[in-house]
Every structure is written in C-alpha cells, then in structure tokens.
C-alpha cells in the first residue's frame, strides 16, 4: 500500500537554526499535507500543497511539493522553543479519504 | 473556521470497562469522521471510518466487535472500547473534514483522548 517515509526521525537544534524534513514514497500522491502535533494534542494542519512543484509558506514554514509527486519537505527558518512538537507529512490514499501518515520528525529546540 | 471537539480528554478505568469517546464536529456536518489511535513515540494509525447513518468500514486488523462505532448523527461519531484492557492503553483521535470547504481540503483533529486501562 501507500507508505509514506519521512526523515529524520528526530532533530534536537538550537534556538534560531533552520530545519529542514522531508518525506517520500514509493506511490504517488495528489495532495501533501503537514501537521504539527503538540504533547497531548490532536495533529494542526501547518501547510497544504496540492499540485507538483508548489511552494507554498505559512510564516517561518515553507513546504514544497515535489515534481514527481513522491516526495515533499517542510522547512522552518528561525526556530524558536514553540517549534518544539512533532511533525508529520500526510497523504490521501488513492481511493477513499483517508489520510496515511509518515512515522513524524520529533523537533526539539534549545532555548 | 473548522472545528472537531474530543470528549473526555482523559479516561482511567479498570480493566473489563468500556469506555465511549465522543467526536463531535462543531460548526459544519461531517458524513465521515476517522478513528486513529497513536501509541506513544509512533504515528497516527487509521482505525475505522465512521459513515453517518451507515456502518464504519474497519482497517484490516482492528476488531469492529471491539471498537464499536455509531454516527446517529451528522456531527456526532462514538467509539467505545468495549472490555478494555491494559492493551487498549493509547491516544485516540479523531479527525473530519469539512464538505464546505471542497473535496480536495484537509481532515480537521480533535484534540484527542488519552485512554489508560489499568
């Protein structure tokens, strides 16, 4: 089926550097989605890309979505301690909506 | 803009419980809301899809006489965890997608309920 892998796993940077995550598959997907998920919380939509080659930002986060519809990355320039959560890249399955996640990039931040 | 609301945000029982968790999506109708279940360090697993007025489609491996879902209404889905164990110990979580916003938008999160079975 329709698995998305995403790396790295974890990151632990200082305060003020830039991230960088990205996420692939095997499968092609027509939408790309990244959610950030504090400690105890449901997932928050951060970015939505849906068509090839997009880049689109939402303040300090940029996300592109790739050409060939297999991979995306999410960028964070200027990292600061509310960064701190855990990332994750999502999919629509081919039929249905239901959406697959990749395994998320846990962002840690020091002050 | 969209809103979907978890009811309890914490749950500790005993084992042989059952315990029901509320979905509710606030200021639109959802026809399908989504159960996920997140064990702790790992992502988010599709469970079931809830169709209101209709049976839930199950995730292959998840038992529907275990995780029992109802969608009596456009803005309400239930899971109930029926003769809980330790097990069943998870983060559970619901999503839904508003219809105003195109077939194309993104699912919308409740905050989640921490399920602890003792």
């Known amino acids: 089926g329709q698995q998305l892998n995403q790396s790295p796993q974890s990151m632990f940077i200082q305060e003020g550097e830039d991230v960088s995550m990205n996420c692939t598959s095997s499968s092609i997907f027509n939408t790309w989605l990244w959610y950030k998920q504090d400690p105890g919380e449901g997932p928050v939509l951060l970015i939505a890309?849906?068509?090839?080659?997009e880049l689109t930002s939402n303040g300090r986060l940029t996300a592109q979505f790739g050409i060939t519809r297999k991979d995306s990355f999410l960028n964070i320039s200027a990292s600061i301690p509310s960064d701190v959560g855990i990332y994750f890249c999502a999919g629509p399955r081919l039929a249905g909506n239901m959406l697959t996640f990749g395994g998320g990039t846990r962002l840690m931040v020091k002050p | 803009g969209a809103v979907v609301s978890q009811h309890p945000s914490w749950v500790i029982c005993k084992s042989g419980t059952s315990v029901k968790i509320e979905c509710r999506s606030l200021?639109?109708?959802?026809?399908?809301m989504f159960w996920y279940r997140q064990f702790p360090k790992q992502s988010l697993m599709l469970m079931a899809t809830?169709?209101?007025?209709?049976?839930?489609?199950?995730e292959q491996g998840v038992e529907k006489d275990k995780f029992l879902i109802n969608h009596a209404s456009l803005t309400l889905s239930t899971l109930t965890v029926t003769s809980a164990h330790p097990e069943d110990s998870s983060f559970y979580i619901c999503s839904a997608r508003d219809p105003r916003q195109g077939s194309n938008q993104p699912q919308h999160f409740g905050d989640g309920t921490r399920l602890s079975i003792l």
């Open positions: 200021d639109f109708q959802a026809t399908t």
């Open positions: 890309l849906y068509k090839a080659g």
């Open positions: 809830s169709n209101e007025g209709s049976k839930a489609t199950y």
